[in-house]
């Protein structure tokens, strides 16, 4: 049997702080996700999944990235990397190599293609952060804010299961 709720009420849960400030920060991070997509898939062609793959496979740099190492960093199933990055190779903008060190195991790598591209949307990307995001805090919070959200990130990463 569960636990017996601390809330009185059902206002009570809703307006319980910490469900606040959860719900605030997805808000906020649903509303920048749009915002930012958006406008880098009208700038650049580049939907913000395929952006994303782009900055996972550039840093690991020229040794390339495993499907399965793109699954865990954008937390979805190895199924779901694997249409991304076939969505990805689509484009010529990233390709597919086998392993040196085990022939089994594909690489995924950028292409000049997605280089040149990366370097466009990321360009764009960071000036609508900076419009959106880093405008929006209060002066002089940005090293704080940005320590926060390591530590969330990192909190959350360690307790992820391993994607499948």
């Known amino acids: 049997m569960a636990d017996p709720s601390p809330f009185a009420t059902p206002v009570d849960a809703a307006y319980d702080s ?7 920060l997805m808000g906020a ?3 920048l996700e749009y915002l930012l997509a958006r406008d880098l898939e009208e700038s650049t062609g580049l ?12 840093r690991r740099g020229d040794e390339g990235v495993s499907v399965k190492d793109i699954a865990q960093a954008k937390v979805v199933t190895s199924g779901g990397a694997t249409r991304l990055v076939s969505r990805g190779v689509a484009q010529g903008l990233v390709t597919l190599r086998p392993s040196e060190a ?6 995924v790598r950028l ?6 591209k990366l370097l466009e949307a990321s360009a764009i990307h960071a000036r609508n952060i900076e419009r959106y995001l880093i405008a929006a805090l209060p002066s002089g919070s940005e090293p ?17 299961p391993a994607m499948p």
């Open 144 to 160: 704080s804010f940005a320590a926060s959200v390591r530590a969330l990130s990192k909190s959350a990463s360690s307790a992820l």
């Open 29 to 31: 991070a649903n509303g």
């Open 47 to 58: 939907t913000h999944p395929i952006f994303e793959l782009l900055l996972i496979v550039a």
């Open 111 to 116: 292409s000049e293609h997605g280089s040149e």
């Open 18 to 24: 910490r469900i606040l400030l959860f719900g605030r």
């Open 102 to 107: 085990d022939g089994r195991v594909k690489l």
